[in-house]
């Protein structure tokens, strides 16, 4: 059932503003260059689905949740054919969003419910980079892209989901970054924090050796 797996499945999340998209850019072409074949990717996978699943969770969180687990379960076949061809995989956003934004406006047991389903779904990532900044800096970053909410509620929105992004990242050991940093730092800091993985170019390793302790 599941596929052979070699790439790497990284996950870039962050609160909307955080430059996550930018990141994922730069982070591809360093592991590029760097002789890693690699594949972008983002969620909500479909657009339409995407934006019906916004619309839902502004009323409802746990109907938006479904939406957003049902666009990563339609995307799961395309993610296992990149995670087959590729040295890595980067998505910008994966179903921790969901755990993040729609999970800090339910209670604890939707939320366990959630933490079930999601992994049913897709593929869990193997490493995820948290971009961690305030909220007040990601609105003034996004401006106009913030959307038809008040910026007050909008800001109250990014606090919610930002606490909980910060808990999951302790929970789950993930590498926080502060998002105001140059891309550059944030492109090294990640790549420092991956495993050795195959290079196109490099000379195949010797066979190992048995460890001696
Ligand atoms: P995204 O496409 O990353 O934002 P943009 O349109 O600015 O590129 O995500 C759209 C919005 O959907 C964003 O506010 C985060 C939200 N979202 C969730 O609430 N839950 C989810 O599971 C996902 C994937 C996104």
Do not use: C
């Not at 049902?70 to 296992?80: I, Q, V």
């Not at 910008?92 to 406006?105: I, P, W």
């Not at 909220?135 to 929105?157: M, N, Y």
């Amino acid at each position: 059932m599941t596929a052979h797996r070699r790439g790497l499945l990284l996950a870039l999340e962050g609160i909307d503003g955080a430059g996550k998209s930018t990141l994922a850019r730069a982070l591809a072409q360093r592991l590029r260059r760097d002789g890693r074949s690699v594949r972008l990717r983002r969620e909500p996978s479909d657009r339409e689905l995407g934006r019906l699943a916004q619309l839902a969770g502004a009323r409802d969180p746990w109907t938006g949740a479904v939406y957003f687990t049902l666009d990563r379960f339609l995307a799961r076949p395309s993610l296992e054919r990149d995670l087959q061809r590729a040295d890595v995989v980067v998505t910008d956003r994966s179903l921790y969003s969901t755990l993040a934004y729609q999970g800090s406006a339910l209670g604890a047991s939707a939320v366990r419910r959630l933490e079930e389903l999601g992994p049913r779904a897709t593929v869990l990532p193997d490493r995820v980079a948290l971009l961690d900044l305030s909220p007040a800096e990601a609105l003034r970053r996004v401006g106009r892209r913030a959307g038809a909410r008040g910026p007050l509620e909008r800001e109250r929105t990014l606090q919610r989901v930002a606490a909980r992004y910060r808990r999951l990242a302790r929970q789950g050991a993930w590498t926080v970054l502060d998002a105001r940093r140059p891309t550059a730092e944030l492109v090294d800091a990640i790549v420092r924090s991956l495993p050795e993985g195959p290079r196109r170019n490099a000379p195949r390793p010797a066979p190992a050796r048995e460890q001696r302790t």
